[in-house]
T-cell receptor, first 113, second 110 residues
Framework: SAVISQKPSRDICQRGTSLTIQCQVDSQVTMMFWYRQQPGQSLTLIATANQGSEATYESGFVIDKFPISRPNLTFSTLTVSNMSPEDSSIYLC??????????FGPGTRLTVT | RKEVEQDPGPFNVPEGATVAFNCTYSNSASQSFFWYRQDCRKEPKLLMSVYSSGNEDGRFTAQLNRASQYISLLIRDSKLSDSATYLCVVSNNAGNMLTFGGGTRLMVKP
């Protein structure tokens, strides 16, 4: 298995500002993902974080709004840019590694006022 | 039509009851299937994978019907601690991307 940590665990931000969320995995993983889970909803994939290259975004998500970095096999960041109240959500980092299924970080609970 | 559909519930059952959840998926090329459990304000955690031959883990039994494109989860002898949302999850044909159902909420009462 893998242990995934995220920072911050929660934040309250003003509209128009940006927040960067960090994700750290305790072992090398093949794939890392960022998901969003809005209140009462299931998970929606934002993008696949690719090591050393641009992330692969799902329909409805763009790099200018959600820039993602993955400088190595165990670390990734997601930035939520120019935030609005509609961005209030839980953001979850996830990873797949050799020999284990897909695991999730504890999530970052974002509230935009 | 959603790619992965589940009855959102809630399913309210007494302790000791047997409860079953179904899930349907639209992509016939889907590779792998899972049930995840998500507790309130927590991240999803893998409960079990679902194999074509069916698989059992203690009180939990998962089955896959590829012809009808549905997956089931059976929980026997429900415990209070089983109360959670159960997410049906399907991977794409490359096996590297998951699609989540909306989840089925289970509440087990004393």
């Amino acid at each position: 298995s893998a242990v995934i940590s995220q920072k911050p665990s929660r934040d309250i931000c003003q509209r128009g500002t940006s927040l960067t969320i960090q994700c750290q995995v305790d072992s090398q993983v093949t794939m890392m993902f960022w998901y969003r889970q809005q209140p009462g909803q299931s998970l929606t994939l934002i993008a696949t974080a690719n090591q050393g290259s641009e992330a692969t975004y799902e329909s409805g998500f763009v790099i200018d709004k959600f820039p993602i970095s993955r400088p190595n096999l165990t670390f990734s960041t997601l930035t939520v840019s120019n935030m609005s109240p509609e961005d209030s959500s839980i953001y979850l980092c996830s990873a797949i590694g050799q020999g284990f299924g897909q695991y999730f970080g504890p999530g970052t609970r974002l509230t935009v006022t | 039509r959603k790619e992965v559909e589940q009855d959102p519930g809630p399913f309210n059952v007494p302790e000791g009851a047997t409860v079953a959840f179904n899930c349907t998926y639209s992509n016939s090329a889907s590779q792998s299937f899972f049930w995840y459990r998500q507790d309130c304000r927590k991240e999803p955690k893998l409960l079990m994978s679902v194999y074509s031959s069916g698989n059992e883990d203690g009180r939990f039994t998962a089955q896959l019907n590829r012809a009808s494109q549905y997956i089931s989860l059976l929980i026997r002898d429900s415990k209070l601690s089983d109360s959670a949302t159960y997410l049906c999850v399907v991977s794409n044909n490359a096996g590297n991307m998951l699609t989540f159902g909306g989840g089925t909420r289970l509440m087990v009462k004393p």
